[in-house]
């Protein structure tokens, strides 16, 4: 193919290719204003138009367009996450030495106080035990008694009245040993509060190992949740939030933050938080899982129709009208919603009004008709 021919060829490719450029890239418009061209083809020079060598009204006429005006939106202000609840304090009452049961004294589901006797083991060789520590004692304290007497006589030397006092100290360790023995073989709860279902019955050998007894204290409920990384600042002790039970969602308690752990789970991004609420009803229980919602007091943004928002060369842009004019003013896309778009921008603030029908109509600077404030015409159906 001759030279000639490539460069036609390559010309009109050139020229096709602006066309499709000019009609269908967003933004076009607005660069080939600046470049002093008019998308509907005719160059402006000076002003002044090429026919007619008179000054254009670079303004044009007006546009009709729809709008909307921007809201604010505040984001971050809240927290919502699924807890699990423990008891205020809860122990698993295990014995101190092996035994057969004797006798349990509690029933399942009974209040207990520090102290209170759950179950008694078989305590015989203990008692035997005990009651012989007494008898030494006694043999120890009778002869220290007449060591010292005999001291007093001078027919007992000072180191024969030490033996007997330190046989009078050991007889003594002795029976509190004994005595403490004994005791062990009364299992009593270490705190107050309601007794679970009792494991074990009269009669059953138990160990070291063995749980008798599970005690929880369910004067207050601590629950458990884990928040994402974003909120680790904003969460601190004493800190306000509402908890409700999943099963039950209509009761709402009111609470704080007891706990804030130390540091953010580096697998699942997610801080440990506990919070505690009251239960003098005692409806709540260890293992309920809780809705917690906790407020903050957010980021606030302007909040635009989704359709106000346009595409340039440069990013997205909104056009705002200002004394009847438009303008055109950039935004940074913050979140998007089903109905709403929260943007960051200095220029734009609630309250402003922005184009969101008639957008690819608009230029900057040019006179708009706002469409949705027009009267509607006398007759016209609703």
Known sequence: MAAWKQLLLALVVLIVAAGIWARFFPGAPEVLARWGIDIGGNAVADGRSAATGQRRDTAGPETAVVTATVKRAVINDRLSAIGTGRANNSVTVKPYTSGRVNSIDVASGSRVEAGTVIARLDSDVEQISLDRAKIALADAEAKLERMQSLRRANTATQVQVTDAELSVGNARLALRDAQLNLDRRAITAPIAGIVGILPVEAGNYVTTETVVATIDDRSSIKIDFYVPERFAANMVV?????????????????????????????????????????????????????????????????????????????????????????????????????????????????????????????????????????????????
């Open 238 to 382: 004493g800190g306000k939030l509402t908890a409700s039970p999943i099963a039950r969602p209509d009761e709402i308690f009111e609470g704080a933050v007891s706990a804030v752990d130390n540091r953010v789970d580096d697998k699942s991004r997610t801080l440990l938080v506990q919070a505690q609420i009251p239960n003098e009803r005692d409806t709540l229980r260890a293992g309920m899982s809780f809705k917690v919602e906790v407020r903050f007091p957010g980021d606030a943004f302007p909040s635009v129709d989704p359709l106000a928002i346009q595409w340039g060369t440069d990013g997205a842009f909104v056009w705002v009208v200002r004394d009847g004019k438009a303008q055109r003013v950039r935004v940074s896309v913050v979140q998007r919603n089903t109905e709403s778009v929260l943007v960051a921008a200095d220029a734009i603030s609630p309250g402003d009004t922005v184009v969101t029908e008639g957008v690819h109509a608009v230029r900057e600077g040019a006179d708009v008709l706002i469409a949705n404030s027009l009267p509607v015409a006398a007759g016209s159906g609703s």
